[in-house]
């Protein structure tokens, strides 16, 4: 079983829909928690990092952590077709030897139709 | 503007033959990283570095070697020891201490001749 699971789609939605991605982790260590979004070619962008758990509010973007459940999510609000990606999530340890390191699932691909 | 330069932004390996792959940055970040990016699997760590002059392996380091001379620069050579070296690399930076968000460079596609 991978640490961190993710579907990876891809997941297609008309413009205008809300969007909701999500993951699911084993780790109950894990505090730190990332979404990143990856165009085609390119690297990974940052698009929300919170802490432990509750809710993050950047725009059209929405990020939750249920460290109960172990399971985040991002929410995307009035979905465009420039939101068309691959979205990433990411988590990390507080301390210890893996503290360094960000484990990353394997990515959803997003479309976004016109 | 700050940020990551990785190049080339393609390059091709002749069996046998080692490559190597740039990572700049000016961002002023201590730790940088090398990933590998294949289909469906996510991002898996080849080797990360905290400090110049000092960096450990991550998950899948075999057949790749780093440096770290300059706080700026981290290059990763490809050697001919890795067996299946056709992959999208990326190249990430932080700050330090725990929990930092890393920054991404748009990537190197390793493809074999």
């Known amino acids: 079983q991978k640490e961190v699971e993710q579907d990876p789609g891809p997941l297609s939605v008309p413009e205008g829909a809300i969007v909701s991605l999500n993951c699911t982790y084993s780790?109950?260590?894990?505090?730190?928690f990332m979404w990143y979004r990856q165009y085609s070619r390119k690297g990974p962008e940052l698009l929300m990092y919170?802490?432990?758990?509750g809710n993050k509010e950047d725009g059209r973007f929405t990020a939750q952590v249920d460290k109960s459940s172990k399971y985040i999510s991002l929410f995307i609000r009035d979905s465009q077709p420039s939101d068309s990606a691959t979205y990433l999530c990411?988590?990390?340890?507080?301390?210890?030897?893996?503290?360094?390191?960000?484990?990353f699932g394997s990515g959803t691909r997003l479309l976004v139709r016109p | 503007d700050g940020g990551i330069t990785q190049s080339p932004k393609y390059l091709f390996r002749k069996e046998g033959q080692n490559v190597t792959l740039s990572c700049e940055q000016n961002?002023?970040?201590?730790?940088m990283y090398w990933y590998r990016q294949d289909p469906g699997q996510g991002l898996r760590l080849i080797y990360y570095?905290?400090?110049?002059?000092?960096?450990q392996k991550g998950d899948i380091a075999e057949g790749y070697s780093v440096s770290r001379e300059k706080k700026e620069s981290f290059p990763l050579t490809v050697t001919s020891a890795q067996k299946n070296p056709t992959a999208f690399y990326l190249c990430a930076s932080s700050r330090q201490g725990v929990g930092q968000p890393q920054h991404f460079g748009d990537g190197t596609r390793l493809s074999i001749l």
């Open positions: 919170t802490y432990s758990s």
């Open positions: 780790n109950s260590a894990f505090q730190y």
């Open positions: 990411a988590m990390s340890e507080p301390e210890g030897d893996s503290s360094y390191k960000l484990i």
């Open positions: 570095s905290q400090i110049v002059n000092d960096f």
């Open positions: 961002l002023n970040h201590d730790a």
